[in-house]
């Protein structure tokens, strides 16, 4: 497949990390990283919704996946504390609705609503959603989520019993949901999920058409690795620059075979997650979904893997200041090691393929 990024799209992922680069999110957290969960700054929240990027696959703005890709890996890239495909995700599907719920899409694109879509985790026990005349009762856990802590309410997806697929709108006040807050190896981001067992009312769900689930799933699995491939990037660079700056026996680094190797092996990794990625991008703009499924599937087993591995080996390069607390690279590493878990691990993806 030939494949190039846009000039279009060069110049938005260029000006995204110049606004990343100015208002720095590492620098930003650590200033608060021991007052609890990373929070969603509303300077940072301002500018998305400025800048379209939470409407950015809605009708009127026609974006794509490979454009909100783009911008997922700066955020990666950055450790950025937004979910934004998460809130994205949801504004496009509101959209679609023939609900009055898609009013909430103008809503959460302007940021007087801050919606992500929420889902059950694809290798746990699915949400339980059974329609009582016209109400809806969702019991269940959700899977992990971030930025759940900031949100103003969720979009949840969940297949009925009956087989018929449903979205609703959740208020996190309601009776029956409780946001629980995780303890995980990222401090970049606020991790949760919802616990469920509350009676939705008519005039906050309904039907969708069959597959628009397993669409979501593909999507924020794709979208979990686009963000550690931002990550991996970004130790790939530093380990670099580190490696022609660090010396030993009066010479840097840089010039020893094993290190040349070391970091010729992180470039590889890199440039073949972003290749698979890429394809599964394109997968999810087209209409087939078993070429999308494989795809996402294929992106996300080989660069979850290759992804925490340059992870494994920009530590090793550092040596030991790259086990200290004051450098960046734990942060990255963290981030990298729970994208590589979560929305179907690395053995899940692979056994989606094997069984297709």
């Known amino acids: 497949m030939d494949f190039a990024l846009s000039a279009e799209q060069d110049d938005l992922a260029a000006s995204e990390r110049a606004w990343l680069t100015k ?27 400025e800048s379209g990027l939470i409407g950015l696959l809605t009708s009127d703005m026609g974006g794509t996946h490979v454009d909100l890709a783009v911008l997922v890996e700066e955020h990666g890239r950055a450790a950025s504390s937004i979910p934004l495909a998460e809130l994205a995700l949801a504004t496009a599907q509101l959209e679609k609705l023939d609900h009055p719920l898609s009013a909430l899409a103008e809503a959460n694109a302007a940021g007087e609503e801050v919606i992500p879509l929420v889902l059950a985790s694809v290798d746990g026990i699915p949400l339980s959603a059974e329609v009582n005349s016209t109400n809806l009762h969702i019991s269940g856990t959700t899977a992990p989520s971030p930025g759940l802590i900031d949100a103003t309410g969720f979009l949840v997806a969940a297949t009925a019993a009956n087989g018929t697929e449903i979205v609703a709108f959740v208020p996190p006040a309601a009776d029956g949901v409780d946001v629980r807050t995780l303890d995980t190896l990222d401090l970049t981001r606020s991790w949760a999920r919802l616990d469920f067992d509350l009676t939705v009312p008519a005039d906050r ?64 990794l890199t440039d073949a997650s972003r290749a698979s990625l890429w ?59 729970v994208d590589e878990l979560l929305n179907g691990s690395v053995s899940w993806h692979r056994r989606r393929l094997v069984s297709t």
């Open 23 to 49: 208002h720095d999110p590492i620098a930003q957290r650590r200033r608060s990283i021991d007052d609890g969960p990373a929070r969603i700054p509303e300077s940072a929240l301002k500018h998305v919704v």
């Open 205 to 268: 769900w309904t039907t969708v058409p069959s597959g628009t689930i397993a669409r979501a799933d593909d999507a924020l699995a794709f979208y979990r690795k686009m963000d550690a491939l931002g990550a991996a990037d970004r130790l790939l660079q530093q380990t670099v620059e580190y490696a022609g700056q660090r010396t030993q026996f009066d010479r840097t680094i840089a010039g020893f075979q094993a290190v040349k190797h070391h970091c010729a092996n992180m470039a590889l």
């Open 279 to 337: 394809a599964a991008a394109v997968a999810l703009d087209g209409t087939d979904p078993a070429l999308r499924s494989a795809a996402v599937s294929r992106a996300a087993a080989y660069a979850g893997d290759a992804t925490s591995t340059v992870a494994s080996i920009a530590l090793q390069v550092h040596g030991g200041i790259g086990f200290t607390w004051e450098h960046d690279l734990h942060l990255l590493t963290r981030r990298i090691k």
